[in-house]
């Protein structure tokens, strides 16, 4: 079995864990000192990133002095690496003319992100405050769902016309290069502003400086259209290893693009959800989420399993009689129903991933299935030979031992069929695959496990009396 | 509830899926035919990642075809792109020389990487094969562990002294360019080859010629040392959106760098380890694995599920007097623990991801604890009461509603106390919070949840059998 020790005494994470924890105390003490000094130095000192974890624990008082003391250009940088329920809190403080004008330091992306959480007409009231230009891009953005490549792309990238040369781009490269971020690919168009090829920055480098772009670009550009929802994306990027994708429209004119680090959340996001749904927990909820939260969104779930937990009662309570006669059914009952129900979770864990990964597809599993339902007769087998043995030695009966053999070899062979079929066919209806799988499996498991159990020891009752 | 239907008629998936089957089917035709033009075709306008993932399904003949047409710089490309099992049968296919010929066309840590698959004794016999300067850096590679930050780097980076100026530095790239990939960064160094700044190509691109690159470069130098487990690895450049994070010796001396690409791969490998291990299977088992493989890597854990599972069995055991004289609690039983295990796992979801993304450290959980208990409370309540109405409906039996409401309550309560502490506590002994968490809190959940139900059922026998 794979317990994994982790190496060296104090790790990167533990290094990482204590650096956060300094930083906190360090920035809580300057704050609740308004030690205006030891407080910007702690800003020069540190990344963004770090002081907007390090505020997440600071009362709103100490966030509206923090902000105070520092530029226009410093509150963006740091609410742009800030988590969603710190930019909220940051932008209740704030008025909307210094939101606009932190704004003027932000990426458009940025802006549509906090736009998106803030309440409906005060988002109104600052588009409409904004400059008409910005204000089209920025309802355009708006327009995207939140999960898709035009809600998580960025504006700002670097396009220019396939007919200039390696000499005229450098120039131009040289002259963007400090107001935008991403240079490191130039996207090549050509006359009817389409995207045809890419450049990256060391190909422009080292090609010769007569040579036109369209000579030195690579053509076979893979980009998303707007609409592609962010898992997909995030797979083309790690399937091509590409450090930014282009979104284009209908027209092939490029819109935007996505970049690496905004896909690394996004599939951190996506095995989140993954995670939790097959937990059956809505994806919002985080360690930190309040006692109502948690159970809004736990809630739902629980009641679902309720009444599928009625149904595995209601099979047991076919069985009334034949337990009355021998009670020892009700002690063993629970261990075929939940073998079943742990094997049934581990093919669940292996087909949701496989799914996520893209490896299963929707057709041609039935090869898969069947090997499947090979795995689970010899763990069945394996597991029932020594839960049989264990229970006829205690009980004194053979006959019980045997049903519990037969019972767990055909609940563990059901357990790998409906693991397998849930998730697949969730998918092939365009849901979620992991959603609630745990459920109906759960479900499927113990209602077989009860049935073929008890329904064995009633059809051989006379050899349990004996 | 969080269904979530896919978009578009023909998604992004659907058309990578299409993609994928067409060349695959392209591919085959063209290899069993032996149509050498037709192959070349393929080749010339497929991306190598494409052209690998479509010879997975290839017969080994067609694979020696196939590699035979290609120059030693094409099969490197496909063989650097190919999963691991690809690679492995390849490499089975090809004489020491021919390998060694490919490697040339590698990165050292790609080689690294094959090595690592490949028997001992071959292994040995290649290493020796190769240059002595070679021989070093491949065999200083091998002794990383495999997810270590050493492990997982590459060698091929830029550095330079920071006392070159960039005019100087902008002559360098140019020539060092065409042999590198990553150059999107170089890395300066002092006197003593000490790491102690960055700059970024598009920084030099806009720096003055003269200014040296001490003058330009960022020195708060974000980095790890080989040893750092990759998990951390991934997280400081997910944190710091980071395009590649140097790897550093004692004397602060770069050894490599790790580039977002392999950050990404890094990530998804631990998400599925982290799913797989909640569910109680080994990270190597994917939905390909064979029979044996599949038996392998689960029994165990059914094996340990077993061993708890008679524990639960066990407490009922004890109530069997109290069931032979109200049957009907062999029925109601099941609905308690069931929705124990569900809600255990839901906390478990929140809690081991959490853990992941770095949210939960080890000290200061004592409120997040009570507001799970919190949680477990009304969720135990407002189910205690729906259950326990319907049973009291049913069985006509008061008393047996009261029971089950009680004891619902009391084990959603300890569901979130166990679904907390058995991760943490895992995690804080250096064990992977994920693995088989999902068995101890399901077992935790039925021997709580039979003992509470049974034990109030005995403890008010009279009620029941009025």
Redesign the interface.
Known sequence: ????????AQ???EK??LLEERMESELNEALNHKDEAAVRRLVEDS?P?DLAIAMEEASDSNIVYLTSLLDDAQNAEIIEQADEDLQVRIMKLFDLNKILRIFQHMSKDDIVDILGDMPANRRKELVKLMKTSDQTVIRDLLGY?ES?AGGIMTTEYISMRSTLTVSQA?EK??EI??KTEE??ILYITNDRKQLVGTVS??EL??AKNYDTLNDIMED?VIS??P???Q???A?????????AIPVVNKRKGIIGIIT??D???V??EE??E??????????E????S??FE??RM??????V??IT??L???T??LF?DT??QV?????????V???G???G??T???????IA?????LHGNEK?IF??I??GF??GL??GI??GF?ISQMSGNTALGLIILVAMTCNLMIAAFVGFLVPVVLKAF???PA??S??FI?TAT?VCG?FIFLGLSKMFLPYLLQ
């Open positions: 079995m794979d317990e994994e020790k982790e190496v060296s790790s990167e994470e990482q864990e990344h990133i769902g898709t450098l490269v040289k290069a400090p240079i490191n920055l060391r480098l080292v076979n998303v259209e609409e592609a929802d898992e997909d994306v797979r083309l990027v790690s399937k091509y290893d590409l450090h690496v680090d896909i690394i959340d599939i951190e095995n989140t993954d995670m939790l749904k097959l937990g059956g927990v809505s994806k909820e985080d360690v930190d309040t006692v948690s159970v736990r809630l739902p779930w629980l009641l399993n309720l937990a009625f595995a009662s209601a047991v309570s009334e337990i009355s009670v020892a059914l009700a002690a063993a009952m629970p261990i129903a939940g073998m129900g742990n094997a979770t581990q669940l864990a292996v087909v949701v991933r496989g990964l893209g490896d299963i597809r898969r090997k499947g090979a795995v010899i763990n394996v597991n020594i839960a264990v365009n849901f979620d959603i609630a745990s459920i759960t113990d009860f």
